[in-house]
């Protein structure tokens, strides 16, 4: 039997909006941001971490057993048997430097060579006086030191005594008597050591004369004295002082100048030398038979030529 109406139709589902929401669409955007997502993924966790730790590090209690565990472990591997320095040894150096460097550096073995700090004992051994350059390193549980002594060149006078220095003008070590050193040559006066290479210079250049030179001295810190026995001077210019040596040795050895009765050379000004005689060649060179105090006490001074009439 069919129906006598009409049949309802049905009713029609709503259709999705396929378009995301925006705060769907914003996240979205938001996730293609590489720094967006480096953040979350890596910078949220160290974050959290780091809260967490930092929380945990604020008890006083739990930070210092951290740092004692720390400690026992450093120290535990430090003092293994194969980083022990048992042994001190010092070469290129006298025994009694060696004696003065050891107890300078003030290593207490044994030690770990982790502990040792190479770059302060190597400061310690060359403040000596007597140590040019200090070697340090550590090899097979021993702590070698290599020494490179100061050489002395000369015998340094001064008001506090007698000293020797090296080529340079540096202090090597004190000098009890000149005795002790004949071999070396003698500088005096202010500011000797700060021109050691020049009185170098000048003894090298004045050679032939080693046998009567007795020292140099320093003259208002400027210029040198040749001093040579027969209480003989010889004074040198500031300037180019080897080429006045050079220039006396020719006199000498023309004329010898150095054998006449003359106590002083003044060869300050290259064009001219200048003699200061004794009490003999001044009596002689004035033409008097005596010489009395009075005239062994001038200072006569007259030109290199006039050589002919001293004796």
């Known amino acids: 039997m069919q129906s006598l109406g009409r049949a309802l139709p049905l009713p029609l589902k709503a259709r999705r909006d396929p378009a995301p929401s ?22 949220l966790p160290v974050a959290v971490v780091s809260l967490a730790i930092w929380g945990w590090l ?13 400690d026992a472990v450093r120290n535990s591997f430090e003092d293994r048997p194969e980083f022990r320095v048992s042994l001190v040894s010092i070469t290129g150096a006298a025994p009694e430097l060696a004696d003065a460097v050891r107890a300078r550096m003030g290593i207490r073995l044994p030690i ?6 190479l770059d302060a004992a190597r400061a310690s051994a060359e403040a000596l006086d007597a140590v040019e350059k200090a070697r340090i390193r ?17 015998v340094w006078r001064t008001e506090r005594g007698l000293a020797l220095v090296d080529a340079t003008g540096h202090r090597v070590a004190g000098l009890g008597s000149r005795e002790d ?22 003894l090298q250049a004045a050679a032939p004369l080693t046998a009567r030179i007795r020292g140099l001295v320093r003259q208002g810190d400027r210029r040198w004295d040749l001093v040579l ?11 180019d002082p080897v080429s006045a040596v ?15 009765d003359i106590t002083a050379v003044d060869l300050r000004d290259p064009r001219r030398p200048v003699l200061r005689l004794g009490a003999h060649a001044l009596a002689v060179f004035r033409g008097t038979p005596e010489v009395t105090a009075a005239d062994a006490s001038i200072d006569a001074t007259t030109d290199a030529t006039s050589l002919e009439k001293t004796p």
């Open 181 to 202: 050193r004949p071999d070396l040559p003698l500088i005096a006066g202010e500011g000797a050591d700060r021109a050691v290479p020049e009185a170098l210079e000048i």
């Open 58 to 70: 604020a008890d006083d209690a739990r930070r210092a057993a951290l740092w004692a565990g720390v």
């Open 229 to 239: 026995d027969r209480d003989q001077t010889i004074l040198l210019p500031a300037i």
């Open 112 to 117: 770990s060579s982790w502990k040792l700090d």
């Open 246 to 260: 050079e220039r006396l040795l020719a006199l000498d050895q023309a004329d010898m100048l150095l054998a006449r």
């Open 138 to 154: 550590v090899q097979g549980g021993e702590l070698r030191v290599e020494i490179t002594e100061r050489v002395p060149a000369l």
């Open 22 to 43: 925006r705060l769907t669409y914003r996240m979205q955007r938001l996730w293609l941001t590489p720094a967006f997502r480096i953040g979350f993924r890596i910078g």
